[in-house]
């Protein structure tokens, strides 16, 4: 109640804090990584798609896009909601689909409240949402729909925001005064198990895919950027993907061979 002063305790059973929790822009984030990449010397085609991959048996030897020819020893599929479109190109079966979610933001005021709020009670119209208040005073919001949106959509609809600051409102009603400033609809790259993909298929020994993070994929993103960056370096391939990295539990959990029993246990 001290970190979220006027919450509504009504139906309320516990919750978690996390302190060490951070908060970082998406924009700013990805600028910095763009600008660092130039400086290393790499280059960017940006409003080009891959059209075709050409395959020799089990192995990837080129990419094309636009009327020209890339070729490597190793490629990377990041594609995020578009990841087994990607994969389909080789001839390769991914499980990533995507879900379609909206989120918002409102106006910047004084700071007012710490914590991230998740509420993970559902009802009949949608799963858990949340809402925290940015460093720079803005308050952003997004809530799970129900039954899930799948598809590419990205237009914003008529219905998230009165659904959203509906069950906002009656959680936190220090809100209801906050101008929103705009909406935005994106996907969310799932899984059967709501876990990521990352490996190397049967098929195409040499296109490690880092795919299907649903939804956490801001959040995921740099670590495993590290580590599969540690294990191309230090030797990781088809046979032995974690390399010399003591990381293989990564590539053993996440492969993309595994079975997919097991369902989403938070939605």
């Known amino acids: 109640m001290e970190l979220a002063p006027g919450i509504n305790p009504e139906g309320l059973l516990g ?10 822009s998406p924009l700013m984030s990805s600028t910095a990584f763009h600008q660092l990449a130039m400086k290393a010397g790499v280059d960017f085609f940006f409003n080009t798609r891959i059209d075709g991959i050409s395959k020799a048996k089990d192995v990837v ?8 020819t890339w070729s490597a020893g190793l490629f990377v599929n990041a594609a995020g909601a578009e990841a087994a479109d990607l994969a389909s190109l080789a001839n390769i079966d991914i499980p990533v689909f995507p879900d379609c979610h909206e989120a918002g933001v409102t106006e910047p005021v004084q700071r007012f409240m710490q914590p991230m709020i998740v509420d993970i009670r559902p009802d009949s119209e949608s799963g858990n949402y949340y809402f925290y ?3 720079t005073g803005q308050v952003i919001f997004c809530i799970t729909p129900r039954p ?4 590419r959509d990205k237009d914003s609809t008529s219905a998230f ?17 906050l101008k929103v400033r705009r909406t935005w609809r994106g996907m969310y790259p799932m899984t059967p198990d709501g ?24 959040m995921m993103g740099p670590g495993l950027g590290k580590i599969l960056a540690e294990s191309i370096v230090s030797g990781g391939n088809f046979e032995h993907p974690a390399g010399a990295t003591p990381y293989g539990f990564v590539f053993d959990e996440l492969a993309c061979s595994r079975g997919f029993e097991h369902v989403e246990l938070l939605k």
């Open 161 to 177: 925001l009165p659904l959203c600051s509906r069950r906002m409102l009656e959680l936190y009603p220090r809100l209801r005064n």
């Open 61 to 68: 030897e080129s990419f094309q896009a636009g009327g020209e």
């Open 195 to 218: 876990l990521p993909i990352v490996g190397y298929p049967e098929g195409a020994a040499n296109f490690l895919q880092a795919v299907g993070m649903c939804g956490q994929g801001f």
């Open 148 to 151: 899930q949106i799948w598809g």
């Open 133 to 135: 208040q940015a460093g």
């Open 15 to 24: 919750g978690t804090y996390s302190p060490d929790d951070g908060f970082a």
